[in-house]
């Protein structure tokens, strides 16, 4: 068999991987692999990477990346020696390779206090961009789905918002620098319809009028949009006005799907409010009961 450099099995998985996956994803796959691990390998042939021990490699990781980005790594590069070993029979041993344990923190929520003290300064404030933030709390929507909603996905009559699109910043290889991109979400369980409640409808009722039906909801605008990271920091000072602290944007969704469980919502219907893959995710991340809870059903043994 000829022998192959691994820079040209790269070549191959990428253009393999392109036809299935989002261009967002593609992209961020070729930053990865150009940043993290063609530096580490391009002088490197297959033949010499069949007695390899990938855990030195993962050593070396460590000294730079945190353990989440390790992880992403070396799922990419796991991903291209699987590619190789079917296609041309090699062998890489990768079930003696050792992954850096990822520690999950527990979840930042919002207190009642908290929630309370936000959702009074941004209706007092009742600009599109601080109604958005009402919106993420009561909706679960992501930042990039929220940056993304235009008034036509918002159905008052209906009661509901669908979530068709998501924005995002990914990395362009051809023009070699970062671009927005809106795009339907990575997977089919996001694009979905949320129900609002008579408390979120009552504050976008006088609003739907202003604006047409192709407007960005936070900017008011169908030509100018708002992109994740000029809302986060939108937020950061939004909570600095709030003397809240330690708190990111993401951990809305978390409130909110905190604050289902607490009301009693069944997993299922949270799962897919959430736009959850499967309930398996929303039963590891939210559905942890509280040390009262624990003890009033041992009380009845």
Not at 5 to 14: A, N
Not at 62 to 75: A, D, E, G
Not at 226 to 231: A, D, G, I, T
Not at 260 to 271: E, Q, R
């Amino acid at each position: 068999m000829e022998t192959k450099s691994f820079k040209s099995i790269i070549d191959e998985w990428l253009q393999f991987k392109k036809i299935s996956i989002k261009e967002s994803s593609y992209y961020r796959y070729i930053y990865i692999v150009e940043q993290y691990i063609m530096p580490y390998f391009e002088s490197y042939n297959m033949e010499g990477l069949e007695n390899f021990d990938f855990n030195i490699y993962v050593i070396e990781l460590q000294k730079t990346l945190s353990p989440i980005s390790i992880k992403n790594t070396m799922c990419i590069l796991k991903s291209i020696l699987g590619y190789a070993e079917k296609k041309y029979d090699y062998r890489f041993h990768l079930d003696f390779l050792a992954m850096p344990k990822v520690h999950t923190e527990e979840l930042r929520v919002l207190s009642k206090k908290e929630k309370k003290k936000l959702e009074k300064y941004c209706l007092q404030k009742n600009s599109l961009k601080d109604i958005g933030i009402i919106i993420c709390l009561n909706t679960g929507l992501r930042i990039g789905e929220m940056c993304a909603l235009k008034w036509d996905c918002i159905d008052l009559d209906k009661h509901c918002i669908k979530v068709k699109k998501t924005m995002q910043r990914i990395y362009n290889k051809d023009e070699n620098k970062s671009i927005i991109k809106i795009d339907v979400p990575k997977s089919q369980t996001s694009v979905r319809t949320i129900p609002i409640s008579t408390k979120l409808y009552e504050i976008l009722k006088p609003l739907q009028k202003q604006y047409s039906k192709n407007s960005y909801f936070l900017t008011g605008s169908e030509f100018i949009y708002l992109e994740p990271r000029s809302y986060q920091r939108i937020f950061k000072k939004i909570l600095d006005n709030c003397n809240i602290n330690n708190f990111h944007f993401h951990q809305l969704r978390h409130t909110f799907a905190t604050d289902c469980i607490n009301v009693g919502m069944d997993t299922k219907s949270l799962s897919e409010v959430l736009g959850h893959s499967n309930v398996t995710i929303t039963l590891n991340r939210y559905v942890h009961s509280s040390f009262q809870a624990k003890k009033k059903y041992l009380e009845r043994l």
